[in-house]
C-alpha cells in the first residue's frame, strides 16, 4: 500500500516482511498491527541486512550480531541460504547477549527459553533459523502471529500488500528518524542515552510483560 499515514484498511491487506535475525523493535511492532505477515522466501539474498543481523545494547555500546553465512551463489534465494558452522558463533553469540542482559529485570525469566536456540540447536538454513526464534519470542511474549513463507517473489512496490521490505532495512538511511518508540530504561543508561529500534531482545529483557504495550505504541512513517 502507498498510503503514507497509516489507514485502518492497509492493516487489513497482507503485510511483507523480510526475515529477521531476532527483528528490531519496529518489525515486532508492525507484526502486531498486521492482520497476516509474508515472510519473503524468493527474493535474491542481499548482503548486510537485518536478515542475518541484529543490533544490542552492550557495555560497549549498541552491538551487532551476525550470523555468519556459506558461500553463497549469485542470485540465490533467501530460502536457500544456508548458515555457517565453520566457527562456534552461536556460544558467541549467546554469551554476548548473556553479558549484556544479566543485568536486566527479566533475564532470568526469559533467557532459560532463548538460550536453547544457540546451545541445543544447529538450523541448516538462515530461514528456518530466524522464524524458530520467532516462535521463541511469540511464547514469551504470548501472542498468536499469522506468518507465512511467500510461494513466489512479489515485485517491490506491488499494491496489494503494506510492503516493508526495503524500508526495515540497516541500508534505509532513514528508518531511524522515521521511527516514534516511547523511551524505557535500557541496562547501561547511566552510560548511553536511550537507543531506539533494538533487537526484540532488548525490548523482553527489559520491559517483559509489558512489552506488548510498548511495541503497540512504536511507530514509523515512510
Known amino acids: 500500500c502507498k498510503c503514507r499515514n ?13 526475515t529477521s535475525y531476532f527483528p528490531p523493535a519496529i518489525q515486532y511492532s508492525e507484526y502486531l498491527k498486521a492482520d497476516t505477515c509474508l515472510i519473503e522466501a524468493y527474493e535474491h539474498f542481499p548482503k548486510q541486512t537485518f536478515r542475518n543481523r541484529t543490533y544490542i545494547m552492550t557495555a560497549n555500546g549498541v552491538f551487532m550480531l551476525s550470523v555468519p553465512l556459506e558461500n553463497r551463489k549469485n542470485h540465490q534465494f533467501t ?3 544456508k548458515i555457517s558452522y565453520a566457527e562456534n558463533w552461536q556460544k558467541l553469540h549467546w554469551r554476548t547477549i548473556s553479558n549484556a542482559y544479566q543485568r536486566s529485570p527479566f533475564y532470568e525469566y526469559y533467557d532459560y ?23 521463541t519470542i511469540n511464547q514469551i511474549l ?7 513463507k511467500t510461494t513466489d517473489f512479489h515485485p517491490i512496490g506491488t499494491d496489494t500488500f503494506r510492503d516493508f521490505r526495503t524500508i526495515i532495512s ?7 528518524s522515521n521511527i516514534s518508540e ?24 527489559n520491559l517483559g510483560p509489558e512489552s506488548i504495550s510498548h511495541l503497540k505504541q512504536i511507530k514509523v512513517t515512510f
Open 142 to 148: 504470548k501472542v498468536d502471529i499469522i506468518r507465512q
Open 182 to 205: 516511547p523511551s524505557y530504561l535500557q541496562v547501561f543508561a547511566d552510560k548511553y542515552p536511550f537507543q531506539q529500534n533494538l533487537s526484540i531482545l532488548d525490548v523482553i529483557f
Open 6 to 18: 497509516i489507514c485502518n484498511s492497509c492493516y487489513l491487506m497482507p503485510t511483507l516482511f523480510s
Open 170 to 176: 540497516p541500508k534505509n538511511k532513514s528508518l531511524q
Open 79 to 81: 530460502k536457500d541460504v
Open 113 to 135: 527459553k532463548i538460550e536453547p536456540l544457540f546451545s541445543q540447536k544447529k538450523h541448516t538454513f538462515l530461514l528456518d533459523l530466524n522464524l524458530d526464534i520467532e516462535n
